[in-house]
């Protein structure tokens, strides 16, 4: 018999265990976490046409995780492509199974607290806790000859054509 349970805690996960362990019923339980590693970041980044990846560039490394979305226009022009591409990454990568569901979205915008009804982002961000992480997937993706990274990954799936 197998049991897939999905998105629950480790504290649940060996209650569970214990549980099937006082009636002698043989259980063993995967955790994944749904968090960001150096490798799925790297995916993550890869799978970014090269507008959005320039844009979580500059949010990783010029902002240090948070950065005014005025700079990111002076650089990009129009937001609302490359921040589109960044929100569909994350689906699309759960999907294909580069990361499990419940994994948040890396890069958020953020709105005007004084004008929360107007939809233009006055920034992005993220978590300055994963910074560090996608600086290293940055990293990787700098070091490998350009041939191995042509920006031609046109169905999102990591795989050149």
Known sequence: MEIIIKGVTEEFAEKLVALAAQHSAELSITTVHPGWTVDRAEHYLRSLPAGARRMAEMVIVDGDGYIDADQLRSVLGKLNGPSNALTRAVPRGVR????????????????????????????????????????????????????TDNGDDQDGDGQQP
């Open 96 to 147: 294909k199974g580069w990361w499990p569901e419940g994994t948040p979205a890396p890069i958020t915008p953020v709105s005007d607290p004084d004008n929360p009804s107007w939809h233009q982002n006055i920034a992005y961000r993220m978590n300055k806790e994963i910074v560090p992480v996608f600086r290293e997937a940055l990293s990787r993706i700098a070091g490998l000859p350009p041939e």
